[in-house]
């Protein structure tokens, strides 16, 4: 008799799934405060990355910032510098290795990678006690579609002024904050964030939503709520 099937099994998730594999560890430290730029194998830029003082055993939240299409990794880090001392924010901002994230090119694959490697860079580096990634634009996007992928992982995203949002698998139950701007006519909320958040809510996911009166940007008062909501993000479980 002929030996029966194996059975069939799925492939296992990967960087084409949009699955990140870094995980905060002891940090083996000493880490550097102030702004750094951080560079790829290659030389190139990886992310800049700004930690506030002192770096001491008291962990830091994490806040992956993304940028949007055409951007650059100093114009993400700024959505949330201002606020970074007073709230003990480590704030990471990578650069996409093309105009904009891998999954809207053409797929989840060198821009999860990329991450990755700068989470693990950090987690090496600095005491972490939970990941948000956030973004805005096409960054906001991006940080949804990843975030939702690995909510074992990512406790929180914060998109500012998202497009959609499109996890190949999902992990875990991530909080959600969103904000948009009613005039926006690069991204029209009638058919981004008004239609996003309520399948979100749908899905089972936490979501904040705030609506602006503005177009496509980020007005302080925004960020300023995103960082309150960021506070109350529940302590991860040890």
Known sequence: MSEPAPPHRQPEENARHGRLTAR??????????G????????????????????VTERPYRLVVLLHGAGGEARQALDLMLPLADAHHLLLAAPQAAASSWDLIVEG????????????????????????????????????????????????????????????LVTHGQPRVFVSHGVDDRVLPVDVCSRRLVPRLHDLGYEVSYQEFPGGHEVHTDIREAAVTWLTSLPEPVP
């Open 24 to 33: 905060p560890v002891a940090p083996v430290g000493p880490a550097a405060a």
């Open 35 to 54: 702004l750094l730029p951080l560079t790829d194998p290659q030389g190139g830029p990886l992310a800049l990355l700004y930690a506030p003082e002192p």
């Open 108 to 167: 989840f694959g060198v821009d999860v990678r990329r991450i990755d490697a700068l989470l693990s860079l950090i987690f090496a580096a600095y005491p972490v006690r939970d990941v948000v990634l956030g973004g805005f634009s096409d960054g906001a996007s991006y940080a949804l579609s990843l975030g939702l992928t690995n909510g074992d992982l990512v406790a929180g995203v914060v998109a500012f002024s998202p497009g959609f949002a499109a996890p």
